[in-house]
């Protein structure tokens, strides 16, 4: 009978659905299990570090007292690996850099004996690790004119940096207070290799000092980077995640809540007010109509910056297998890495580092409020991405798509022909080693074909010698774009000037 249907279907789905939950345990518990087998203590890191700074010490004629809490503390092995040469670079650093000469110190009525002290702790799902010298401490004038010097920035900017901007400017790229090169923090080389390895792991730096007291650098590392709890956001039709650390609150505002300082919006957060930008301008994301600052925003932060970024949805949290980016887009501004959803999509991880930075030095989304009078085309132009790389593949017709265009893929060069002799396209973006039929011979194919010869081609390949630059040449390639130099900014700009 019907009921009697009912009531089998009832208990069929009560079964189901205890079945699944009890999976959902299992699965949580190997989950748990593979995650403790791969932590492994600091001190495996720390272990060397005493007889580091005191041989360290003895080589500049300085006496330096280390100490050392919290080695116990356990981290994933993967983080382990990427911490170690950070780790060392600050510790060399601070007896370098910070802790004075004894003649200085007693000259200050300090102790002879320098201090420098490291200290971890687990909280929560992260690893907070300050390395911390009761130094000279920095002098951010001197890092300012350095910085001037080596022309990182201009006087119009160094005009209007507060003091924690300034000591910011240590971990930019050729930045050193150095007049000599040594092998003793580093050879010539900044602390930007500690900003570039922590965001490896998604981690985040903040440094504080004071002058004749001494410096403290704090990092924050998640306990694990195989998997990354990720808030997924939606912008534009766009699906990208968010670390989950670096989420401070969620938010939903009204026209109320922004305010104006200088041209620029602003949401008061515990009296504190922080910069409110558009993720999709953020991310160059066409628009076609003025941005309205309310709806849902993210607050998010990283060290000692914090900014509060406007979404179109938010679309819940989930656990991420983390993938790193291919070589063509190892180091792609904005975005950390990659994973795939439950439904297949693959979305980006957002560097959060990265945005924030952006938000605080270039201020994009003020542009947002006065959008230029350029309008989007009604048909956007198509693009054919032909690689054998899914991954590769999958990153570069998101950078595609975000900018405005359509595009097609294709998995190597035979299917990439195929379809072009059945869709018109107006650019090819191709890489060269692939099965069947490679880039040069795909850019031979097209320039031989009558109604295909004019379509403009761009190889992108990790081959860079000048045999393979002329090959390419040869072939008929309007430009050649090597993997290990690649840039999302020049692969659009490259595009611009063939269509």
């Not at 930045?175 to 965001?199: M, N, P, Q």
């Not at 924050?220 to 534009?236: G, M, R």
Request: charge should be negative; aromatic fraction near 4%; charged fraction near 25%.
């Amino acid at each position: 009978t019907v009921g009697e249907l009912h009531a089998q279907a009832d208990n069929l789905y009560r079964r189901m659905k205890s079945d699944n939950h009890r999976m959902n345990q299992i699965v949580g518990a190997l989950q748990e299990d593979v995650r403790q087998i791969r932590l492994r203590p600091l001190s495996v890191i720390l272990d060397s570090f005493p007889r580091m700074v005191r041989d360290l010490a003895r080589s500049l004629g300085k006496e330096v007292h280390l100490v050392i809490e919290g080695e116990e503390t356990e981290v994933d092995r993967s983080v382990v690996e990427i911490l170690k040469p950070p780790l060392v670079h600050l510790v060399r650093n601070a007896v370098d850099h910070g802790i004075e000469m004894p003649e200085a110190r007693r000259a200050a009525g300090k102790d002879p004996v320098g201090q420098v002290e490291i200290r971890a702790a687990q909280r929560g799902d992260v690893i907070v690790i300050e390395i911390r010298d009761d130094g000279a401490g920095i002098d951010a004038r001197r890092v300012l004119d350095k910085a001037l010097a080596a022309g990182i920035l201009s006087q119009e900017q160094a005009a209007s940096m507060s003091e924690s901007e300034i000591l910011w400017l240590i971990f930019r790229a050729g930045f050193s207070t150095r007049h000599t090169v040594s092998d003793i923090s580093g050879r010539g080389v900044g602390l930007d290799v500690v900003w570039d390895a922590l965001e490896k792991i998604q981690g985040s730096i903040s440094v504080s000092t004071e002058p004749g007291r001494g410096t403290c650098f704090t990092l924050t590392v998640p306990l694990t980077i195989a998997t990354v709890l990720c808030l997924l956001v939606d912008v534009q039709g766009h699906t990208f995640a968010a670390p989950v650390l670096a989420v401070d609150r969620i938010l939903h505002l009204g026209p109320g809540d922004v305010r104006w300082v200088e041209g620029a919006p602003v949401v008061k957060h515990h009296g504190e007010p922080l910069p409110l930008a558009s993720l999709a301008q953020v991310l160059g994301l066409p628009r076609d109509a003025e941005t309205r600052f309310e709806g849902p925003a993210v607050l998010m932060s990283s060290g000692e910056r914090h900014a509060v970024l406007l979404v179109d949805g938010l679309l819940g949290v989930q656990e991420l297998v983390v993938k790193n980016l291919p070589p063509p887009l190892y180091r792609l501004r904005n975005i950390a890495g990659a994973s795939i959803l439950g439904d297949g999509r693959a979305t980006p991880i957002l560097n959060i580092n990265d945005l924030l930075l952006e938000v605080a030095q270039g201020q994009r989304f003020v542009a947002a409020v006065h959008p230029a009078g350029k309008s989007e085309p009604a048909t956007p132009p198509t693009i054919l991405v032909a690689d054998d790389s899914v991954t590769t593949r999958t990153l570069e017709r998101t950078i595609l798509e975000t900018a405005g265009y359509q595009v097609h893929t294709a998995v190597d060069g035979a299917d990439a022909w195929e379809q072009l002799q059945a869709t018109p396209v107006d650019l090819v973006v191709s890489d060269v080693d692939m099965p069947r039929m490679n880039g040069f011979q795909l850019t031979e194919a097209i320039r031989s074909h009558e109604r295909l010869q004019d379509l403009p081609v761009i190889l992108v390949t990790s081959l860079d010698s000048p045999e393979d630059r002329q090959r390419g040449v040869d072939a008929g390639a309007d430009a050649y774009i090597v993997k290990g130099a690649f840039d999302q900014e020049h692969l659009l700009a490259t595009i611009e000037k063939f269509i």
